[in-house]
């Protein structure tokens, strides 16, 4: 395939040739004989953008979720006005916030919602707010497992159990993988921490069937390493932490000094400040490798980003999460921590590799949103945290192009690489101006056209 007229660089125009999934030439090239061509009519063209932090699966359930949080649900009533549609069976929800009515149990669930058994997951992931019908249904299939508090119907770590309870299914990718192409995404690190041989096998299925279009890195389990090779690469293993329940300090470390050991990476959730106190004190004490990332570091005062830098991490952070909750965050942080809610910025300063990831289901899946809310750090309400985090959209659309197997390597386009390319509709000086997905017009897997907008001709 030839790609004409593509700007490849900021006010340099080329053709590019791809082949055999790699980028074959760049230069004043003429069409060969039956070699479709697309004209870029010098739109940008750019390295594929990649997910450095998301929940596929999750991702793919959502559509069948209904939101109870912020900023869809607020208030106690609009969590019964949404939970009380006509059907029957199951009710799923997601996003929920101890804003919109504290952390309900299982009465007062009931009292929303009697006659049908309700899920309903904390935005953090973690944890499933049940009523009584669900407890009673799923207390009939399964014996109860050591997170679930059965006289509040609070379900704590335990979605394995849910899962099998349920007798449920990894989900099929495609509709969410053709949103993600949508966007120019052409790689996703999927981070669940419990990714596990048997889910490996299913992303295994999904890429060699079609449904999932992207390259894959898989987070993960300690077993996961275990796992059948497969067409995804193997990603660092996750150790999701929780101030509310920190593991034994010497287990983190044999967690991370066994990943080590099967030359694998260590990725750690801290979402809070006591988080990443402790995920450094662990990685100080196994002893940081390359490849070793915070996720999230949500805050970080300027001592542990002065940390994190010594131990030669990079950080996967969620810009955006400033766009979409701020205001909560304004509202729920103590002031002392604004100025370190999400730092962009100063760990790009302080030569820390930095990564961007949308963390979806649990936030939006769009890159380029985030990349709005690199530049502007404004919350839904116009205020500004962390002026001094902003990015160039220049900054900002480099948290997509790393490497995902070394997150301090920029992709470019370049003879010999990857052909995963993202084609814009306009050039880089129109379309930094305002960030969005709008402006993809064509995505690249490996050469391969996923995605090409109806309203440009085709080749």
């Not at 810009?319 to 965050?329: A, I, Q, S």
């Not at 590799?353 to 939006?364: E, T, V």
């Not at 084609?423 to 960030?435: E, Q």
Request: include cysteine; hydrophobic fraction near 45%.
């Amino acid at each position: 395939m030839l790609i004409r007229d593509a700007e490849v660089r900021a006010g340099k125009r080329a053709d590019v040739r791809l082949a055999a999934g790699l980028i074959a030439e760049i230069g004043d090239l003429p069409p060969r004989p039956g070699e479709a061509v697309i004209d870029a009519s010098g739109g940008a063209l750019l390295p594929g953008l990649h997910d450095h932090h998301i929940h596929l699966a999750g991702l793919a359930v959502r559509a069948a979720s209904l939101p109870c949080g912020p900023p869809e649900v607020n208030t106690p009533e609009q969590l019964a006005a949404q939970l009380r549609r006509p059907g029957t069976g199951w009710i799923r929800g997601i996003g929920y916030h101890e804003s919109v009515m504290g952390l309900p149990d299982a009465a007062a669930l009931d009292r929303l919602v009697p006659d049908r058994p309700i899920r309903i997951q904390h935005r953090s992931g973690r944890l499933w707010l049940l009523n009584s019908p669900a407890l009673a249904e799923l207390l009939a299939r399964a014996e109860p497992p050591p997170g679930l508090d059965r006289a509040t119907g609070h379900l704590f770590d335990e979605d394995r159990w849910l899962q099998a309870a349920l007798a449920g299914h990894p989900p099929d990718f495609g509709q969410v993988s053709a949103e993600l192409a949508r966007c120019g995404v052409t790689g996703a690190t999927d981070m669940t921490p419990r990714n596990d041989p048997a889910m490996a096998a299913h992303f295994t299925r999904q890429m060699e069937s079609g449904a999932l279009l992207q390259h894959c890195l898989l987070a993960g389990e300690a077993a996961l390493a275990d796992a059948p090779a497969g067409p995804w690469r193997l990603g660092p293993a996750k150790l999701h932490l929780h101030e509310a329940t920190f593991p034994a300090f010497d287990d983190a470390v044999t967690f991370v000094a066994a990943a080590h050991h099967r030359q694998r990476a260590a990725a750690v959730h801290c979402v809070s400040e006591i988080e990443l106190v402790f995920a450094l004190a662990v990685l100080e004490e196994a002893g940081a490798l390359p490849g070793d990332r915070i996720e999230h570091a949500s805050i970080a005062a300027p001592e542990l980003v002065a940390r994190i830098a010594a131990l030669g991490l990079a950080v996967v952070t969620q810009p955006h999460f400033v766009g979409e909750r701020g205001d909560r965050y304004l509202a729920d942080v103590e002031p002392r921590h604004h100025p370190d809610l999400y730092r962009l910025g100063s760990l790009i300063a302080a030569g820390v590799p930095l990564a961007g990831g949308s963390d979806a289901p649990f936030a939006g899946a769009d890159p380029w949103e985030a990349m709005a809310a690199a530049v502007s750090r404004r919350t839904r309400t116009g205020k500004v945290i962390g002026a001094g985090e902003s990015l160039t959209p220049e900054q900002a659309l480099a948290l997509y192009l790393a490497d995902p197997a070394d997150l301090a390597r920029p992709r470019r386009i370049a003879p010999g690489a990857i052909a995963d390319l993202c084609l814009l509709d306009r050039p880089w000086a129109a379309a930094r101006g305002a960030l969005s997905s709008s402006a993809v017009c064509a995505t690249f897997v490996a050469g391969r056209l996923v995605h090409h907008r109806i309203d440009q001709p085709p080749a």
